[in-house]
């Protein structure tokens, strides 16, 4: 019998989310992804030595402002990260932009361009690249305008389906939903663990996936950050999951039966859109005023989309949270490079 992750390769694509080259040659996804977190851990590694270097010896020619030197090398580093990444896979490789940018449509939008254009100035043309944006309001109004220049955008960060809903609907090309980090907050919150099948986050991927699948959207439905093989299995037939070493390891020593979960065909899951998103209720003085929404079959607007995010407590934490850590290791990086280039 075949091992488990083989079985998934049959019916899933497989993306390394990691910056390991050994581990992508070896394990040979078909696509990877980075973030600011893989790309400070990739440059302490002897596989980057010579990338490092040649970052460095780039910005060491550069003058102006410390701060803005150190930023450009480390923008050129992650660059690096990408294409030595892309020389491994025949795909994708994701290129985020900066967490720091989530709330910013403009400056998204044009720190976006730029990572396409230093791919191209380098020889990696658009339609290798996905760039990542954080589900926010502000990430998919970038989003949205990227998509339309051909610019294809990966929205992490995704916990909620309010966030799924305005994705698609912004014609993004994937989503990422989280499922570790939902299930850490609801493991946190009640002090239980979860079998698979009632996994809160393993849950919310097979509920969007289902709505997608039934409303014939295009957007590619991605699961990520996992917590255990258990949670991969149990989204079998996803589109894509994205997953680390060890998990695609230890999948890979697995060889029992993997039974497909997921299917394009089974539309069965109930609508993420409920009945009470219909109408917010909105206090205004001592009056209470009804504001109906868009019908659910219509576009999520702003307002319906912060109030749904606002009602979801895990979603509201876990954002922020993500994007406060994805900063912070930018942060850190460019510190890092900041030391090296004096």
């Given at each position: 019998m075949t091992s488990k992750l083989d079985q998934l390769r049959a019916m899933t694509t497989i993306v390394a989310d990691t910056g390991d080259l050994d581990a992508v040659a070896r394990l040979k996804p078909v696509d990877c992804t980075t973030n600011p977190t893989i790309v400070l851990k990739?440059?302490?590694?002897?596989?980057?030595t010579d990338v490092v270097e040649e970052a460095l010896s780039w910005g060491r020619q550069k003058s102006g402002d410390a701060a803005y030197v150190a930023a450009a090398t480390s923008d050129r580093l992650a660059i690096s990260v990408g294409i030595e990444l892309l020389r491994l896979v025949p795909g994708y490789v994701s290129t985020e932009v900066d967490a720091n940018l989530s709330f910013n449509v403009d400056a998204s939008i044009a720190k976006a361009r730029r990572?396409?254009?230093?791919?191209r100035e380098r020889g990696i043309e658009r339609e290798r690249v996905l760039i990542k944006l954080a589900s926010t309001w502000e990430g998919i109004r970038a989003a949205e305008a990227l998509q339309r220049d051909g610019i294809q955008c990966n929205m992490t960060l995704l916990l909620n389906r309010a966030q799924a809903i305005a994705s698609a609907e912004a014609g993004a090309f994937l989503i990422s939903p989280f499922v570790g980090r939902i299930y850490d907050w609801h493991r946190k919150s009640t002090g239980r663990d979860f079998a698979p099948h009632e996994d809160p986050g393993v849950r919310s991927v097979r509920e969007i996936y289902g709505y997608y699948k039934r409303n014939g959207i295009p957007t590619v439905v991605m699961g990520a950050s996992f917590r255990s093989i258990g949670q991969i299995e149990a989204l079998a037939g996803c589109d894509r999951l994205t997953i680390a070493p060890a998990l695609l390891d230890e999948l890979a020593g697995e060889m029992g039966k993997l039974e497909r979960v997921l299917n394009p065909g089974d539309v069965s899951t109930k609508s993420m859109r409920e009945p009470e998103d219909a109408i917010c209720?909105?206090?205004v003085g001592e009056d209470v005023v009804d504001i109906k929404q868009p019908d659910p079959a219509g576009p999520m607007d702003e307002i319906t989309f912060r109030w749904?995010?606002?009602e979801d407590a895990m979603a509201t934490e876990k954002l922020a949270d993500g994007i406060r850590i994805f900063a912070r290791d930018l942060a850190s990086l460019r510190a890092e490079i900041r030391g090296r280039l004096v």
């Open positions: 990739a440059i302490g590694t002897e596989a980057f990572i396409i254009a230093d791919y209720h909105w206090f749904i995010m606002n």
